[in-house]
């Protein structure tokens, strides 16, 4: 098991950057060795989507449409952490952000086992 952690998010001017940072924990020490991860995001009265995910053993990637070459996946094996560098920030990217993982590289929340709490990041116009 492991417990995703998020951490990062805040309020930036639209053009702006952030980083978000996932840590994993868990009553074993966690680890993101052997799972995929990925960060989702849900804006208020709208579902969650998918924004990006990275295997941890292959480092492959996929995004999502509306984030390509303005948003970066990436892992630090080293520290054990999960990063999404956000860069060219609009106010449609205002959300809460959410760290998953699971053993399944997939865009699809359902099959993501493991959850952090979230953290928000808000773009101002």
């Known amino acids: 098991q492991v417990q995703p952690v998020e951490s990062g998010g805040g309020l930036v001017q639209a053009g702006g950057s952030v980083r978000l940072s996932c840590a994993a924990s868990?009553?074993?020490?966690?680890?993101?060795?052997?799972?995929?991860v990925a960060w989702f995001r849900q804006a208020p009265g709208r579902d969650l989507d998918f924004v990006a995910a990275?295997?941890?053993?292959?480092?492959?990637?996929m995004y999502a449409d509306p984030v390509v070459g303005r948003f970066t996946i990436s892992r630090d094996n080293a520290k054990n952490m999960i990063y999404l560098h956000m860069n060219s920030l609009r106010p449609e990217d205002t959300a809460v952000y959410y760290c998953?993982?699971?053993?399944?590289?997939?865009?699809?929340?359902?099959?993501?086992?493991?959850w952090g709490q979230g953290t928000q990041v808000t773009v101002s116009s």
């Open positions: 998953a993982a699971d053993e399944y590289y997939t865009r699809s929340a359902s099959q993501y086992t493991y």
């Open positions: 868990g009553a074993s020490g966690g680890t993101f060795r052997n799972y995929a």
């Open positions: 990275i295997t941890w053993k292959s480092g492959n990637a």
